[in-house]
C-alpha cells in the first residue's frame, strides 16, 4: 500500500489536517480526501461540549483503549455508579474508578501515557470518543487530559437494558485465565458475540494517539480461523478509518469482548491486518473488505462486568 501513505497537502492557508497518516492513506484510496478534510476540521475537536461532557458522567461504565510497555494495545472496561466520571472541564475528565491489577490492561494506565475512551449508552445507542493523555493516576482515580473528541452514529449497536444491583453482582477479585487460541472459553465466546470493542493507536509526529472503538453485528459476525486468528467483515460506517488507520500504522489492535449475560469478558491483543479489495466470505454476509487478527495473549475474567445487560433489540443495520 505504499501509494496509499502519500501525504495529502491542504490548499495553502488551510488549517493542519486533523488525521494522521494512516488515515488519510485510506481517504485517499477513496478518493475522499478533500470530503474528509472539511468533515475532520468540523466534527474533531480539542474539547468536550457540554452535552459530551453531562453524557459521561450519566454513564455506569466507560470503555478504554490503553498500551503497555511491550507496545500492545489493550482494550478493557471502567465502571462505578453514574457519575463516577467527573467532566471537571472541557479539556479534563476525571474517572473515579481503579483498574484491577488482574485486569491486563492494568500496564498501560500511568501518568504520560496515551489513552482512547468510548462512552456508549446501550440503551439508547448513543456514543461519544474521547482521544488524549493520562495526566494521573492516583487512589482516588485516573485523571485525563482530553486533545480530540468526536461524536459517532448509532450504527450496530445492539439494545440492551440493566438487570439487577450492579453494586452486587461485581467480584472483581476473580482471578483471570490465560487462554489458548484454541481454549473453548475464547471460542465460544467470540463464537457468541454480536459486540466487541477494539483499542488502536499510531505515533504521531505529536506524540502517541490511542482510539477505542465499537464493533457489531450478528452473533458469529467474527469468525475464528483454524490457526486461532479473527476473520472480522468490515461493515459500512462514517469513513473516519481510525481503527483501520491505526492498524494501517503499527500493526497491532487489542479486543474486548464482554458477556454482557453473564459479566465475563474475553480480552486479547495481538498483530492486525487489513484485507482490503478482498471478497470475504463464509461470514454473516459477504463484505469486500476485512480485517484479521492473529491474538499473541488471550485473557479471560469471570464476572469482570459489575453490570448484566439484557438484549432488548439487536441493531436494524446490521447485515
Not at 36 to 45: K, N, P, S, T
Not at 135 to 141: F, K, L, R, T
Not at 292 to 299: A, F, K, M, N, S
Amino acid at each position: 500500500m505504499t501509494e496509499e501513505h502519500s501525504e495529502f497537502t491542504p490548499a495553502d492557508g488551510a488549517p493542519p489536517s486533523p488525521w494522521h497518516r494512516g488515515e488519510r492513506a485510506l481517504h485517499a484510496r477513496l478518493g475522499v480526501q478533500a470530503e474528509m478534510e472539511r468533515l475532520g476540521q468540523r466534527v474533531l475537536r480539542p474539547f468536550m461540549p457540554e452535552q459530551h461532557q453531562r453524557f459521561y458522567e450519566s454513564l455506569p461504565f466507560m470503555v478504554a483503549g490503553v498500551v503497555d510497555a511491550a507496545d500492545r494495545p489493550w482494550a478493557t472496561v471502567v465502571q462505578g455508579q453514574p457519575g463516577f466520571v467527573d467532566a471537571r472541564s472541557p479539556t479534563r475528565l476525571h474517572i473515579a474508578a481503579s483498574v484491577a491489577n488482574t485486569d491486563p490492561a492494568h500496564a498501560g494506565f500511568s501518568d504520560g501515557r496515551a489513552i482512547g475512551l468510548l462512552g456508549i449508552e446501550l440503551g439508547t445507542r448513543r456514543r461519544n470518543r474521547v482521544n488524549g493523555q493520562i495526566s494521573a493516576v492516583s487512589d482516588q482515580g485516573v485523571d485525563v487530559a482530553v486533545e480530540q473528541t468526536m461524536g459517532n452514529c448509532p450504527k450496530y449497536i445492539q439494545v440492551r437494558a440493566p438487570v439487577g444491583d450492579a453494586a452486587v453482582t461485581a467480584k472483581p477479585s476473580t482471578e483471570p485465565l490465560e487462554l489458548a487460541a484454541t481454549d473453548t472459553n475464547y471460542l465460544q465466546g467470540v463464537h457468541a458475540a454480536d459486540t466487541f470493542f477494539v483499542a488502536s493507536y499510531a505515533d504521531t509526529a505529536s506524540g502517541r494517539a490511542v482510539d477505542v472503538s465499537h464493533r457489531g453485528g450478528k452473533p458469529g459476525f467474527v469468525q475464528v480461523e483454524r490457526d486461532g486468528s479473527l476473520l472480522i467483515p468490515d461493515y459500512p460506517g462514517n469513513r473516519f478509518f481510525n481503527t483501520f488507520g491505526n492498524i494501517l500504522e503499527t500493526g497491532r489492535v487489542g479486543l474486548v469482548f464482554p458477556d454482557f449475560d453473564t459479566g465475563a469478558v474475553l480480552q486479547l491483543t495481538g498483530a492486525a491486518e487489513l484485507l482490503l479489495d478482498t471478497e470475504v466470505t463464509g461470514l454473516n454476509d459477504t463484505v469486500a473488505q476485512a480485517w484479521r487478527v492473529q491474538p499473541e495473549r488471550i485473557v479471560y475474567r469471570e464476572a469482570a462486568l459489575a453490570q448484566r445487560w439484557s438484549l432488548e433489540a439487536p441493531s436494524p443495520f446490521n447485515p
